[in-house]
């Protein structure tokens, strides 16, 4: 079946707008996370969805940063006044379960900010 | 911040050889995750390790775990230029945060020589 899409791939944003990144999870998965990927790093927790609830948004940066999951289905994360530090790979991940087992990963963002 | 520490960062081997990656963490952990990265694409859960368990086989793949000194090693034997990519080890600190979600080490760089 379908696995985790993202869109859009590759953002190129000057610094100060706005961005909107989208994640589509599999179908039926009940947790959605999103993660910050650095260049060489591995992906660092923002926020995780379980349904249409955002239980945990320790990871978020700053208050720059906003997700939400409006119907528990597809999840948009976005980035208000966008700087150059925001540069990274955006990493959803969706799962079936309600507690840390694997995750299904989407190919990601990469967002450029100049 | 990273949960955990990988070793080696990087490691060359010739094909058909086999590749070890060593993982350490800090947290009390309910199981504990490898993902391997291709250069350009999403993350794809290779193994899940529980607590309770100390070795795991799948297919080419051995996992090791030592809770008492907090390390999982990774095995892949006879290894495939294909097997070139970046592994990861993740775990989860849902037993001492509560917090659901994945914390990742900083990578293994594998590169197989054909």
């Known amino acids: 079946g379908a696995g985790v899409s993202q869109s859009p791939r590759y953002k190129v944003a000057k610094r100060g707008q706005d961005v909107a990144l989208r994640c589509d999870p599999i179908s039926g998965h009940v947790s959605l996370f999103w993660y910050q990927q650095a260049l060489g790093q591995g992906p660092e927790f923002l926020t995780y969805?379980?349904?249409?609830?955002?239980?945990?948004k320790s990871g978020l940066p700053s208050d720059r940063f906003f997700a939400e999951r409006p119907e528990g289905s597809v999840s948009t994360l976005k980035i208000q006044r966008t700087q150059q530090e925001d540069s990274a790979v955006y990493l959803c991940?969706?799962?079936?379960?309600?507690?840390?087992?694997?995750?299904?990963f989407g190919p990601g963002t990469r967002l450029t900010v100049t | 911040s990273q949960q955990g520490e990988e070793d080696p960062q990087a490691l060359s081997i010739q094909e058909g050889e086999n590749a070890t990656m060593n993982c350490s963490y800090k947290?009390?952990?309910?199981?504990l995750q490898w993902y391997r990265q291709n250069s350009g694409r999403g993350l794809v859960h290779l193994i899940l390790?529980?607590?309770?368990?100390r070795e795991k086989h799948s297919g080419r793949l051995r996992v090791t775990l030592d809770t008492s000194k907090k390390s999982s090693s990774l095995l892949i034997t006879a290894s495939r230029a294909a097997d070139t990519a970046s592994y990861f080890c993740a775990t989860d600190a849902e037993k001492d945060t509560g917090r659901r979600a994945l914390t990742f080490g900083s990578g293994t760089r594998l590169q197989v020589q054909p």
């Open positions: 991940a969706s799962s079936p379960y309600r507690t840390t087992y694997e995750q299904y």
């Open positions: 969805f379980q349904n249409e609830a955002q239980l945990d």
């Open positions: 390790i529980r607590s309770n368990e």
């Open positions: 947290t009390s952990i309910n199981n």
